[in-house]
């Protein structure tokens, strides 16, 4: 019930493109949703989070939609660009809680 | 900002050696983490404390300490290390449980070999 879970594993999108992340999760008391971004020899840092009371989040070109129903959300980067190209971590949290749940993590490599 | 740093961003070390890596933030938050991060397995929780001389075990405790004598500062310690703890290093901090608590800041990291 703890699991998050995220796919694809990797994926190529070519310059320009949208680059979509799943991430499925079962437990319903998660109310923090976070997306970590990470370069290569870099720890990962936060990107973009919702809270389930909303089902879209926008920043830039990094769109979070959240389908409270099915349990799951996405991670959408429009226009994509080669600078993009890092390793996605979908997450999952609740509040009082300490622990934060990672996904398996997605590559992303974005072709010039 | 937030500043978290790690003692060492590449170690080698023996099999049987006993390995201290150091995590230090800046921002007094309250709640510290290890993780080790191995490629398709994500980030998986080692230790975490959430207080001065407190901690609790993650998800892969075993074969891992750690240590907290000062809020700023929680040390990983392999008391024994093994090749199969070869893996990148995570420290990464938060403020206390609450609606703000997901949002941890991370260490560069430490990928240590054991040999």
């Known amino acids: 019930q703890q699991q998050v879970k995220q796919s694809p594993q990797s994926l190529i999108v070519q310059k320009g493109g949208i680059s979509i992340i799943n991430c499925a999760y079962e437990n319903t008391a998660f109310d923090y949703f976070p997306w970590y971004q990470q370069f290569p020899g870099k720890g990962p840092a936060l990107l973009i989070a919702i809270r389930p009371d909303v089902s879209e989040k926008k920043e830039g070109r990094f769109t979070i939609s959240f389908n409270k129903s099915a349990k799951q959300f996405s991670l959408h980067i429009m226009d994509s660009q080669p600078g993009d190209s890092a390793t996605y971590f979908c997450?999952?949290?609740?509040?009082?809680?300490?622990?934060?749940?990672f996904g398996a993590g997605t590559r992303l490599f974005v072709k010039a | 900002d937030v500043k978290v740093t790690q003692s060492s961003r590449y170690l080698v070390k023996r099999t049987g050696e006993k390995v201290f890596l150091e995590c230090v933030q800046d921002?007094?938050?309250?709640?510290m983490f290890w993780y080790r991060q191995d490629p398709g397995l994500g980030l998986r929780l080692i230790y975490f404390?959430?207080?001065?001389?407190?901690?609790e075990k993650g998800d892969i405790p075993e074969g891992y300490s750690v240590s907290r004598e000062k809020k700023e500062r929680f040390s990983l310690i392999l008391e024994s290390a093994s090749t199969n703890q070869t893996s990148m290093y995570l420290c990464?901090?938060?403020?206390?449980?609450?609606?703000?608590?997901?949002?941890?800041?991370f260490g560069p990291g430490t990928r240590l070999t054991v040999t």
């Open positions: 404390s959430y207080d001065v001389k407190m901690k």
């Open positions: 990464a901090s938060s403020l206390g449980a609450g609606i703000s608590n997901g949002q941890q800041y």
């Open positions: 997450a999952a949290s609740y509040t009082g809680g300490f622990k934060t749940i």
């Open positions: 921002m007094d938050h309250e709640n």
